[in-house]
């Protein structure tokens, strides 16, 4: 996934309960949407509210196991992405963007977006009847 930054945002679980997690950060709080990596990159979590002046609440994207109070958050700097491009017609991706079929690398994908975009205005979406 392309979100690191070079400035680490560091901060500590609080609370974890189910997929619901809290943490504490000091310095400043990660924004809404920030993605969240904990025991070294295994546990991605993505900032759902911002509880007070130092701690944020998220949902874990991945499964808690092993997550433990008082762990090490860090914030990537940035949402959590998915690949925008011609290459990606008929081909499967988790929510992180990595590839889960087996026909070798995406070529040609042009930027990668947000999950959190708007959708596209009434204007531009098509109303015909097509075959999927």
Do not use: C
């Not at 609080?14 to 025991?39: E, N, Q, W």
Request: aromatic share 4%; glycine share 10%; proline share 6%.
């Amino acid at each position: 996934m392309k979100n690191k930054t070079s400035p680490s945002n560091l901060g500590a679980v609080v609370s974890v309960r189910g997929s619901v997690v809290d943490m504490r950060f000091d310095a400043h709080l990660p924004a809404i949407y920030a993605l969240l990596h904990a025991k070294e990159g295994e546990i991605a979590i993505e900032v759902l509210a911002q509880v007070d002046a130092h701690r944020v609440r998220g949902i874990a994207v991945t499964p808690t196991q092993g997550l433990d109070r008082g762990m090490v958050v860090e914030d990537t700097g940035g949402p959590l992405k998915a690949p925008v491009g011609k290459g990606i017609l008929s081909r499967m991706f988790d929510v992180f963007g990595n590839l889960l079929d087996r026909e070798g690398e995406v070529s040609n994908v042009e930027e990668w977006r947000t999950v959190h975009r708007a959708p596209p205005p009434v204007a531009r979406r098509s109303t015909k009847s097509k075959l999927f």
